[in-house]
Structures are given as structure tokens and as C-alpha cells.
């Protein structure tokens, strides 16, 4: 539907869809060519903000493969990120968005590279897998270790990595930005986790760690990312800002955060009492 509202659409021929099945990453360095300098990277990555949560069930891979979902049998690793990735690609191969798919690429190679860009950008969504959040963490270091480096390898690793930050940081925006702004987003977060234990398809009440767990979430994840964002100058002056909302949001929950759970499992049962 937000495609359909993007985008206006006519009949016209695409090109076909590669074959479907399990998403494998891919190594995007030499196809980067620096993120504001190539319009279908910055495209990729827009589309993929977009799509990457297509679908989602609204509980974490974990439970999709203890409930061996027909999308967890599938794909077995990252489900709900290479479901949102093959759902929305059979929608944009459709002949509604044959429009689009003329303006976003003409040849066969671009088309293969669109896609490469929209599997590697949807699949550092996953945050939760260790190990694949432990080869980012190495890759970042890798491709900032020497800001004296300056070749065109150099500038495809870095594009590559920063592009799944950048993703990263779509993900969860509402931690870096005004405290209403983190709050409302933040308890739909706690209704659906809560709607989820409710329905028996998770194992622990959310609201029993939801106040030290945000806490711990601004500590080891969102401030870091914040601070790699403006440490790699993505975003210009507007990465301070980022990281500015990020610190005072955490600080904001410190004090607020436990009345606000009691807040939102109030506002749960006044939703559902009728």
C-alpha cells in the first residue's frame, strides 16, 4: 500500500525476477561506488527503510523458528528480514510497479545489484544474531581503523558498512529523536511485545524487564550507533543532534521510564476491556 501511495504507475515491460529461494549476503564492494554519488545505492537504501518490515508477525525470529512457521522452515536464518525482502520483491516485480522498475534500473546488471543492495541492507536489520552483528562490528573496524586511507577500495568498504548502519539507525530513529516522539513509538513497541505474551508466543511478561531493558538498549546499542554515525560524518552536523536525542531520551526513561510502564499496561487493559 505505501508503494502504491509512492509511486504513480503504468503498464510497461521489467525485467524478470531472479530466482527466489534463501537470501545469501553478498560483497557489495566494488558496486558502492561512494553512497551520494550513486543513485541507486541511495535508492536501495530508501526502498529498503521502506520494506524492511513487510509482513513482520510481530515476535522475533526466535519464536517464528520454535513455532516452525512456513517462513522459518524456509529460510531458517533472519526469517522475518528474508521474508519482508522476498514479499516485497515479488510486489515490485509485479506489473502495477512496472513504472518504477523502469526508472530504478535498465539493464540486467543493475537489476542484480538493486537487489544485492535491498538483501544486504534489509539483513542488517538483524540485530538480535550474534554472529552476524559480530562480523559488522569487524567490518566497521576494518573500515575505519586509518582515516588516512583514501582509495577506492577503502571507499567501497566504508559505503558498504555505513549503508547498514544507516539502516540500522531507520530502524530504531525513534530513540534518537524527541522525547514524545520515542515515548509513543516506544510503547506501541511494548503493546505488540505485550499482545505477543498475551497470545502465549512469548515466554516472559515484557513488562517485568521493559524499564531495564530500554536502558540497557540506549546503553549498548543506540548510543554507540548514534556515536558511529557521527564518528563517520554520514549525516553531517545533524549527527550531533542524533546522538544528543539519543543521550537525553536515555536520561529521560532513567527517571521516568518504570511510571511509564505502569502507564502503558494501563493504557493495554482500557484498549482491550471492551
Not at 14 to 36: M, R
Not at 108 to 130: G, S
Not at 142 to 150: G, K, L, M, P
Not at 235 to 241: I, K, L
Request: charged letters at 25%; proline letters at 3%; aromatic letters at 10%.
Amino acid at each position: 500500500k505505501l508503494l502504491t501511495r509512492i509511486v504513480n504507475v503504468d503498464d510497461g515491460n521489467g525485467l524478470s525476477k531472479p530466482p527466489s529461494g534463501s537470501i545469501d549476503l553478498v560483497n557489495l564492494a566494488g558496486h558502492s561506488y561512494g553512497i551520494t554519488s550513486d543513485p541507486l545505492t541511495q535508492f536501495s537504501v530508501v526502498f529498503s527503510a521502506i520494506i524492511h518490515d513487510m509482513d513482520h508477525p510481530g515476535v522475533p525470529n526466535a519464536q517464528l523458528v520454535k513455532e516452525n512457521t512456513r517462513s522459518a522452515q524456509i529460510f531458517k536464518k533472519s526469517v522475518a528480514e528474508q521474508n519482508s525482502v522476498e514479499l516485497a520483491w515479488g510486489m515490485l516485480m509485479g506489473r502495477e510497479y512496472d513504472a518504477l522498475r523502469a526508472c530504478i534500473y535498465h539493464t540486467e546488471d543493475d537489476l542484480r545489484r538493486f537487489r544485492q543492495l535491498v538483501v544486504n541492507t534489509v539483513m542488517a536489520t538483524d540485530i538480535v544474531d550474534k554472529e552476524l552483528q559480530a562480523l559488522r562490528k569487524e567490518r566497521w573496524e576494518t573500515a575505519f581503523a586509518d582515516s588516512r586511507v583514501q582509495d577506492e577500495k577503502s571507499d567501497d568498504r566504508k559505503a558498504t558498512i555505513v549503508i547498514e548502519h544507516l539502516i540500522q539507525a531507520s530502524d530504531v530513529v525513534h530513540t534518537m529523536q524527541h522525547w514524545h516522539i520515542y515515548k509513543s513509538w516506544n510503547e506501541k513497541f511494548f503493546i505488540e511485545c505485550y499482545d505477543a505474551y498475551k497470545a502465549g508466543r512469548a515466554v516472559s511478561d515484557p513488562s517485568e524487564n521493559w524499564y531495564k531493558g530500554e536502558l540497557g538498549f540506549f546503553d549498548f546499542y543506540v548510543i554507540p550507533l548514534a556515536k558511529k554515525l557521527e564518528n563517520c560524518g554520514v549525516f553531517g552536523v545533524s549527527s550531533h543532534e542524533y546522538l544528543s536525542y539519543a543521550t537525553s531520551n536515555r536520561a529521560e526513561w532513567a527517571r521516568e521510564g518504570e511510571k511509564l510502564v505502569q502507564q502503558y499496561l494501563a493504557n493495554y487493559e482500557t484498549m482491550n476491556s471492551n
